[in-house]
C-alpha cells in the first residue's frame, strides 16, 4: 500500500469518527432492543448522554427492558439511534449491539446527573420539583457498551451501512 492510500485511510477514518460523533451529538433519543428468554423482542426509547466511548440512560429497574436485561446474565442488547427524515435519501444514524450494566458508583452517577441537566434543558426541571426529583431517584443509571457500531448513511448509497471502529 503506498503513501497516499494510507493518507486516504486516516482521512476515511477521521471522516467516519467526525460522522459518529456528529450523529451522538445531533440526536437525543436511542432506542434500546432487548429479547425475552422465550426469544420475543422488545424495544423502549431513552434519552441518552454519549461520553467515553458508552452511551448512559436512565430507566426504572421495574421497566420491561431492564427487567429482561437483568435475566440475562451477559445483559447484552442492541441500539438505534437515527433521524426522521422525509427523502430515504436522508437516512442516518447508528445500529449497534454490545452489552449493558449498571453504573454503580455514587460519583459517577453525580457527575451524569450534572451532565443529563446540561445536555435536556427539561431535566433541570426534575431536579428542581421534589415530585419528579422522586420519580428520578427511583431510576438507575445504565451504561450501554457498544461491541459493534454500523453507521448507516443513505446519502452515499441505498442501505449503506459502514463498519464502525472507534480510533
Not at 467526525?18 to 423502549?44: I, K, Y
Not at 438505534?80 to 447508528?94: K, Q, V, W
Not at 454490545?98 to 443529563?116: D, M, N, P, W
Not at 422522586?134 to 448507516?152: H, S
Request: proline share 4%; aromatic share 14%.
Amino acid at each position: 500500500m503506498n503513501r497516499y492510500q494510507d493518507t486516504m485511510t486516516q482521512n476515511n477514518k477521521r471522516k467516519l469518527q467526525e460522522l459518529f460523533h456528529a450523529l451522538c451529538n445531533e440526536h437525543r433519543a436511542m432506542t434500546v432492543a432487548v429479547v425475552d428468554q422465550e426469544g420475543a423482542p422488545w424495544s423502549a426509547p431513552v434519552y441518552y448522554l454519549y461520553q467515553d466511548q458508552c452511551f448512559y440512560f436512565f430507566s426504572s429497574p421495574k421497566s420491561r427492558h431492564v427487567e429482561l436485561l437483568q435475566l440475562e446474565a451477559s445483559m447484552k442488547a442492541s441500539v438505534s439511534i437515527y433521524n426522521e427524515p422525509e427523502a430515504y435519501e436522508a437516512i442516518r444514524g447508528l445500529q449497534m449491539s454490545g452489552s449493558v450494566e449498571e453504573v454503580k458508583a455514587f460519583h459517577k452517577r453525580s457527575a451524569l446527573l450534572l451532565a443529563f441537566g446540561r445536555r435536556f434543558s427539561f431535566f433541570e426541571k426534575f431536579l428542581q420539583q421534589p415530585s419528579l426529583l422522586q420519580e428520578v431517584e427511583k431510576n438507575k443509571v445504565y451504561k450501554f457498551r457498544p461491541d459493534v457500531i454500523y453507521i448507516v448513511h443513505n446519502e452515499e448509497k441505498f442501505g449503506k451501512r459502514i463498519l464502525y471502529k472507534p480510533l
